[in-house]
């Protein structure tokens, strides 16, 4: 394979984006989030706070770690694994190449909004946010993919 389409799958690879991704502030008790949406034109940020409640990670499914994107990002191919020794092999189906989840930090679960909370307004604009910043992140990972 040759190295740019290893630089592609890796800047791809849904960990990486999840690395990259912004996240709400939490507040201290885990109670809500806070979603930074914004400024008003005096320059004050413009705050919406969410309730939460706690979901299995969507990235890691809830094990805490994921295997390194470095090594399997796009997947592994038998003939990947041809030129792996026994030892490495194992490894890598024991969790040896395991990392902390890039989404959750290992906690297994994330906040998450209770939309059945939050009003229609709210909602609207806390998914846009969220589909900007996933956006964002997406568009910087090409740009590395491509060495800019």
């Keep these: 394979m040759s190295y740019r389409m290893e630089e592609y799958n890796y800047w791809n690879d849904s960990r990486v984006i999840a690395s990259l991704t912004a996240k709400p502030r939490q507040s201290s008790d885990g109670s809500y989030l806070i979603y930074n949406v ?4 005096e ?27 470095s090594i399997d990002a796009g997947g592994l191919t038998s003939e990947d694994l041809r030129d792996w020794e026994e030892g490495e092999i194992e490894s890598y189906w024991s969790g040896g190449y395991d990392v902390q989840c890039p989404a959750c930090k290992g906690q297994r679960v994330e906040a998450a909004p209770d939309w059945d909370r939050v009003s229609p307004e709210d909602a609207k604009i ?12 997406r568009t910087c990972a090409m740009e590395r993919a491509m060495g800019c």
């Design 38 to 41: 914004g400024e008003t034109e």
């Design 43 to 69: 320059g004050e940020a413009i705050d919406i706070k969410v309730p939460t409640k706690f979901c299995v990670c969507g990235v890691c499914q809830g094990r805490g770690k994921v295997v390194n994107p």
């Design 126 to 137: 806390i998914r846009e946010w969220e589909e900007d910043e996933e956006d964002y992140a």
